[in-house]
């Protein structure tokens, strides 16, 4: 069965550095997701691209967040400079939504980050 | 603004027994999805059941079953049948009916089940 791959799964960075992660989504799906979940909290969406537009990025912390999917495919996201209160799971997710019947959305493994 | 709540931080259930977690939600539309999903300690998250609004049947998977109660914006997860690989986080999850619109978790609930 087709997955969501994410890596790395885990990073361990310095205060001030830079971080990035990389999600493929499966293949086929054109909507692909990014949230952020901070321990004992819900997961909260950072940027959500419809093949290499995107659609949502109200929630992305543009002056240190930055994401991108180039070829309507894989995407990236990256923090510039890291901040303590970046440490969390970053999960991508991705769905077909190209029909009422197709937004379940599939999540990935997620990458977990810890900030020092 | 649409909101999720989960009420119960922690539930715990004996193998084999029923529980059934809960779930609110806070929308003025008439049309939208909502979502299970399950999340097991250091594995991805995975979706359980979903629901859409316009249907006025109740979801099944299995030894999953949800109360869709619209008028009270309820959306609870009976669990049949406890298993211990059923022990992980619980995330009920909402979208409006959209092309573009995102998926609005709860804070989710942990479930233990003891043998």
């Known amino acids: 069965e087709a997955e969501v791959a994410q890596s790395p799964r885990y990073k361990i960075t310095e205060k001030s550095q830079a971080v990035a992660f990389w999600c493929d989504p499966i293949s086929g799906h054109a909507t692909l997701y990014w949230y952020r979940q901070i321990l004992g909290q819900g997961l909260e969406l950072l940027v959500q691209f419809q093949d290499e537009s995107v659609v949502d990025d109200s929630q992305l912390p543009k002056d240190r967040f930055s994401a991108e999917r180039l070829k309507g495919v894989d995407s990236t996201l990256k923090i510039q400079p890291a901040e303590l209160g970046d440490s969390a799971m970053y999960l991508c997710?991705?769905?077909?939504?190209?029909?009422?019947?197709?937004?379940?959305?599939?999540f990935g493994p997620g990458t977990r980050l810890l900030v020092l | 603004a649409q909101t999720v709540t989960q009420s119960q931080p922690e539930m715990s259930v004996q193998e084999a027994e029923t529980v059934t977690l809960s779930c609110t939600y806070d929308t003025s539309e008439s049309d939208y999805y909502l979502f299970w999903y399950k999340q097991p300690p250091s594995r991805q998250m995975i979706l359980v059941i979903r629901q859409e609004a316009y249907k006025q049947q109740n979801a099944t998977e299995n030894r999953f079953s949800v109360n869709f109660q619209k008028a009270a914006k309820s959306f609870s997860l009976k669990i049949s049948d406890s298993q211990l690989g059923d022990a992980a986080m619980y995330f009920c999850?909402?979208?409006?009916?959209?092309?573009?619109?995102?998926?609005?978790f709860g804070t989710g609930t942990r479930l233990q089940v003891f043998p």
């Open positions: 999850a909402y979208r409006r009916e959209s092309n573009t619109d995102k998926l609005i």
């Open positions: 997710a991705s769905s077909l939504r190209r029909s009422r019947d197709q937004e379940t959305q599939y």
